[in-house]
């Protein structure tokens, strides 16, 4: 099937848009299925579109403003998709499914890391309207439905095609982790192919968020990343501040956990401003700080929550373009687990990382419309496996050839 995944994080920087040919079942390990990328491009976001966003995001808003949106980014995400399609020569028609994942403008966490419910906008209903094409949608909720945390349901594709060989880097028995960096950060640790054991997954906590943000005040709204870690590589990182900063109860709480902008928001970057700037801190060093954060974040949750011992760390996300993050990585993965450890991107397995999540939702959609679950409940949290997405008929609904 031929099908076009979209994916827009809590960066909200743009559209990820890919389009795959997906054939075959995902019998064990995913040995049956085969993803063959056709396209991919990310779409900004309008400036409009975007400040309507974080307005979401911030709670500025009446009903009747979130329910224009959920109408609004519809149109939006479907215009992405005849953008790409038609850079790449891809007939419309020639479609299947669209994927979907909207836009999370709110992911509810209770204080103990229950998810009560989820919210995506950029109903379904109007891409199948505006493209023909049948589209899936509103994948989290499906599993929040059945105790999950709905996050992260990138563990699917890492479960189905990324688990590691017998000995990878000479580690007999090795897990590797594949870290996405996106807006939030999340890890899947996967167990080699010939073990029998659960992978497991949970949010590390700030990606390129928190970073977005710093860049956002010192730049006075001019700069809203850290293009190749620049401004970061400039500075220098401040440990006392950064101890303090890694006492964050998120940290320490207990697998299974996801968490988004709900919690590292921009009113903690002000905090942290603060904080640095009593230190004597300039714009560099509090950047290479929040930069540093995100880092021993991740090299934190490895150290106290990995199952087994790793062989290799696979990168993707945004994150997995900042040199400085990755090399900060690094050390202090070495630091906290004595020993160094292969980081590389997914671009080393022959995989476009940028490509990656908008993939996912494409391979969410075709399991959807075969009937065949979406969710690893040892990565969610949730009770069972269960079917995710809602499926919005497209003029080519009837046409559908949907194998066994």
Known sequence: MLIAGLMSGTSADGIDVAIADITGMPIPHGAGLKIDQRAFTTVPWREADQALIFNLFAGRGTPADLCRANFRLAAVFADAVRQVAAAAGIPL????????????????????????????????????????VTTVGNFRVADVAVGGQGAPLVSIFDWLLLRPPPALNGVIGGWRAVQNIGGIGNVTFLPSIEQDAAPLAFDTGPGNV??????????????????????????????????????????????????????????????????????????????????ALTAATIADAYARFAPGLLAQVVIAGGGAHNPVLLTELRARLAARLGRDIEVVT???????????????????????????????????????????????????????????
């Open 210 to 291: 928190l970073i977005d943000w710093a860049m956002r005040m010192v730049s006075g709204g001019a700069l809203t990343y850290d293009h190749d870690g620049a401004l970061a590589r400039q500075g220098k990182v401040n440990e006392p501040v950064l101890e303090r900063w890694l006492t964050h109860p998120y940290y320490q709480q207990q697998p299974l956990k996801t968490t988004g902008r709900e919690l590292f928001t921009a009113q903690m970057v002000e905090t942290m401003r603060a904080e640095a700037d009593a230190t004597g801190a300039n714009d560099a060093d509090f950047v290479a700080t929040v930069t």
């Open 346 to 404: 997914h671009h080393a397995l022959g995989i476009d990382a940028d490509a990656k999540e908008a993939l996912t939702f494409a391979l969410l959609a075709y399991l959807c419309a075969h009937g065949l679950p979406g969710n690893v409940p040892a990565c969610t949290g949730a009770r069972e496996e269960a079917m995710l997405g809602v499926i919005a008929p497209g003029r080519n609904y009837r046409r559908l050839e949907i194998g066994d």
């Open 93 to 132: 028609a020639s479609l299947d499914l669209i994927g979907s994942h909207g836009q999370t403008i709110w992911h509810d966490v209770t204080a103990d890391g229950e998810v009560t419910s989820t919210l995506q906008i950029g109903e379904p209903a109007v891409i199948a309207a505006r493209t023909g």
